[in-house]
């Protein structure tokens, strides 16, 4: 199943950074990147979010705000955030539902895959990229900084 070019599932979960997040809050303001992951803590992960993190202001630069998204709940990402210095929100999907609408839960390990969604202002999925396994790390934050560079032009 792919999003591409179709509106992104709208969502509301509560994030690390005490607040919920309303997806469609962003439309008509910022491309959102989508990073969904299968667990804080583990060894890919711990390498994906603070890349990801480490390049927000490349991200704010190209009007695009990055949330990363998994099964955690609130206290576990505040914990995760605070020990590897991970800035960006992350989104505590506990029951799988916007893993399972953006086509990404494994539901046999009650986790979600490894992915990213770009949505554009206008909450179109303008880029997907979902890992054959959880444990690859393929699309690294500049691929999809140049993604996100090329639908501003």
Known sequence: ???????APDFTLPSSSGQSVTLSSFRGEKAVVLVFYPLDF?????????????????FTD???VVLG?????????KAWA??????VPLLADMNLNVAR???VAIDDRGISGRAVFLIDRQGVVRYEHVEATPGEYTVRPEQVLEQLRALRN
């Open 101 to 103: 609408q953006y086509g």
């Open 1 to 7: 199943m792919s999003l591409l070019g179709q509106p």
């Open 42 to 58: 583990s060894p890919v992960c711990s390498m994906q979010l603070p890349e990801y993190s480490g390049r927000q202001d490349d």
């Open 82 to 87: 605070a020990e590897y210095g991970i800035e």
């Open 69 to 77: 998204i998994n099964r955690d709940s609130v206290h576990a990402h």
């Open 62 to 64: 190209a009007g695009a």
